[in-house]
């Protein structure tokens, strides 16, 4: 097992400080803010240190809020505060959403790898179920692992890599919703269950088994997801009736104006009413700071793993847009995840 | 007693609808965002109303982050969200911020009153003290009762109102700090016991009265300063030796780079160490995520009130900048607050 100061000189993420370095230099560039996620912060004098020693005379600065993900970019404040270069580090460029600022990605790939026992821990799992063919996803930490793990699968099952570069974000599964018509159950590479529940939620019926490289450890998810499933389903109900509802919108790429303003007329046709929020964080103190008997339910735009995974326990229902739209428009035959 | 449904259609706040209504119609604005401290959020659908009973077609949004002070405008997402307006509402403007967009600022004046009662017990409670002057000030939600104050302490002290309107914020006491020299006390009429804890450390040496509109309470603060300002004397004492710090500035009225600079050169002058951080939610779980054996101790640039009022007791000592200053200049004849 490594200890903390083992990991901190050498972590088991590729940080691509050359890459970086090459980018700096290049540019010419003397001010740099980097966001990276919580978990990785820890990192911040190391990779201060790193390019300090190549680059020489640059300002380094960090981003101290919660980068869930690069909807969420710190963009305004790269501009704001002046930086040449803004660097986010652990996620890829979000679909939806385009920096207003110069901006370098570093997916921060794992150096994690995966041992013969896991993968036949991970054959174990699968034989659980009759399948013939799997999927395979991974968070893009992990992404280089999907070679080896698609080779692997393929002594015993049809397999499919998710589309494109087979890589899952916790709001976005199109690359795995793309291959499901070919696929009886999924293999996710991941840490954490986030990406995994959001997978099943996204491919519902399908078995998911997650492939965990921190903890070295197979976990089937599949339980777990239909029991969210099921939580969803009793909060679309308990909603259903609402009158009066409370829409929270986000920034930057958390913005979905074009949704809620769908929503707000769904809402308005049925004879309701609304107010609306537009909120970077969204917590359960936020809820109970607006709430009032006046408020039926809410529904948060920003994010839909703030209501499934944050606010499920809040005691009115918090639901995505794509479960209020069930509710307003009356078509509850089949559930939406993400929108 | 008013109850919930009573305070929501007749809040005790006077929020100058009649002046929304009237900047909202001769602007011709159509899109506005409205700001607000936590504990006015509920009065949001209130607030909604009224103003669309008087303009009609307009679209109305709420900003839903935490709004401590005016340090934190949420001028960025109105230019963002192409809002023609920004309200804001429980401050007036932050004297060294200045919007990036068009904001009409609502102090949000409270409508309650101080009873006989309770002018009694403040009389009382500067009895306690050999004391021939008082400076009166207030937060800017109970403005309006200065006069009275001042008008009814007269009859026994010399009094004295604050410079200026006679408010304090948070962070900036200067109103408080100008009439020094002429008063052996003070009083300040405020909820709660943030604004009075600040006036102490602001004041230092002089008793503290607070005179509390919403409980109806009158509460002798001097006691309560005086460990608080003990708990900084300690924290400067623990962080005396320290060579690696992490400094954590703020956005917006909440950035101090100019001081951050000058805190750098000190430590860089001193032989020691410094990550940056800027960040506009400064928690102990940044801290956490920071943290590693490498760090001895953390500044706060943002808010002087973060590391005395939230982060006190982290095992690592957080400083405001003032307090790191004594460190780093080794002038620690005299504790400063703010700055």
């Known amino acids: 097992m490594l ?25 010419g560039y003397k001010k740099i803010l980097i966001q990276m996620p919580d978990g990785l ?14 680059v020489g005379n640059v300002e380094i600065v960090f981003s101290g809020d919660s980068a869930w993900g690069s909807c969420l970019l710190d963009d305004v404040e790269a501009t704001r505060g002046g930086y040449d270069l803004l660097v986010h580090i652990g996620h890829i460029e979000y679909p939806y959403y385009k ?9 921060a790939y794992s ?3 995966i041992s013969e026992d896991l993968i036949s821990k ?40 998710g589309s494109g570069l087979g890589a899952v974000m916790g709001c976005e599964y199109s690359s795995a919703i793309a291959i499901s018509r ?15 529940l959001g997978l099943g939620l996204s491919v519902l019926g399908k078995p998911v088994i997650k492939l965990d490289p921190y903890e070295s ?20 109900h308990e909603a259903s009736e609402a009158r009066n509802w409370v829409l929270i919108d986000g920034v930057k790429g958390q913005n979905r104006s074009w949704f809620r303003r769908y929503l707000e007329q769904l809402i308005k046709s049925r004879g309701g009413d609304y107010i609306v929020y537009v909120s970077e964080n969204i917590t359960k103190d936020l809820l109970i700071n607006i709430d009032s008997s006046w408020v039926d339910a809410y529904i948060i735009l920003a994010c839909p793993r703030i209501p499934i995974d944050d606010l499920y326990d809040f005691y009115k229902p918090v639901l995505t847009p794509a479960e209020a739209r069930m509710i307003l428009t009356g078509k509850k035959d089949r559930y939406y995840f993400p929108w």
């Open 3 to 27: 200890n903390n100061n083992d990991i901190l000189r050498e972590p088991p993420y590729d940080f691509e400080i050359e890459k970086i370095v090459d980018v700096i230099l290049r540019g």
């Open 41 to 54: 912060k820890i990192y911040s004098k190391y990779i201060r240190d790193e390019i300090v020693k190549r």
């Open 99 to 107: 920096s207003s600022h110069r901006t370098l990605f570093i997916p």
């Open 111 to 113: 150096r994690l790898s």
């Open 122 to 161: 991970l054959f174990d799992a699968l034989d659980l179920y009759k399948i013939n063919s799997v999927g395979v996803v991974s968070t893009i930490q992990h992404i280089k692992l999907l070679p080896e793990i698609l080779k692997v699968l393929s002594t015993r099952y049809k397999v499919f890599k």
């Open 182 to 196: 070919y696929v009886d159950a999924y293999v996710i590479i991941s840490g954490g269950v986030f990406h995994g």
């Open 217 to 236: 450890r197979v976990v089937d998810l599949t339980k777990e997801i239909d029991k969210i499933l099921r939580i969803r389903i009793h909060k679309i």
